[in-house]
């Protein structure tokens, strides 16, 4: 795509200001984004490019999506600056996060990624043109790496810069936890949308160390309701009852015991003392 000149909307959709204060950095007289025909354009409909800052949170897509629609009808650049603007940042899967509500992607496996992402395809599934996407990570990225992004938007790199492209086969394969690792980061994960990040470890290790300590699920349960009577904060008490439910249905998904059997071997995993029994059966 060749452009001329490119007005530019900015669109905060959750972002830390980090991205904000690098953006604005690029239109002082500095780094001069103005010498490429780049301008700050006050209103969407105005606007050729939308620079968008932050991870999208449930709050600010309905805004971004009138804002986006507003815009004129081409070229209608997207240009995500910012990890969070790219794929969610430090908030990737974090509950604040927008998801699709008919998203197939339900499910603890099927993570709220953020990120700019879902609002583009959904604006397109709706019939909606939206041009190019241009992608800047970094937290925040740099001013240089922002003009890089923009004049990449503009067609002038390949105008002015001559590059190479290579690809590499990689050589490297996820690792296949073992199954009380993942049903400890399945709990944490499940933990995150109720608590967040206040105390999230703590609640977590508690809970371990009832349900290696518990017999039967019938003790499990008891253990809890004792542990929510001593910690009378409805936030714990809620976190440790998701907990326990949640145990229990990955305890029959994978068809292992974990814990609630004081005479099975104990596993170090990262610090939590679990007790593992493979094979057990269901109680
Ligand atoms: S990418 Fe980093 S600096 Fe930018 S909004 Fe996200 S957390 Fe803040």
Redesign the pocket.
Known sequence: MKLRSLYIFHLDTG?????EIELFDVLTPYYDAERLGVRLAASPRHAHAMAV???LTRQTYYAAKEAIKAMPPKPRIIVA?????CSG???YNGYPIYRRPESPREGQEYPRRGGIFELVQDLRDEGEYVGPVVYIP???PRPEEILYGVALALGLVEKRAKGEHYTEEAGFELPEYPIEERIRLSLRERLKYVVGYFDREGILRDFMELAGKAESVEELHRLIEDYCLRNPDSRISLAMRVLEREFLRLKEKYGWEVGMNAKAPQGEVRGVQVAVKRDAGSR
């Open positions: 972002a830390c200001n980090g991205c800052t932050g991870p600056i910012g990890t969070c603007a940042g430090i908030f970094g937290c925040p």
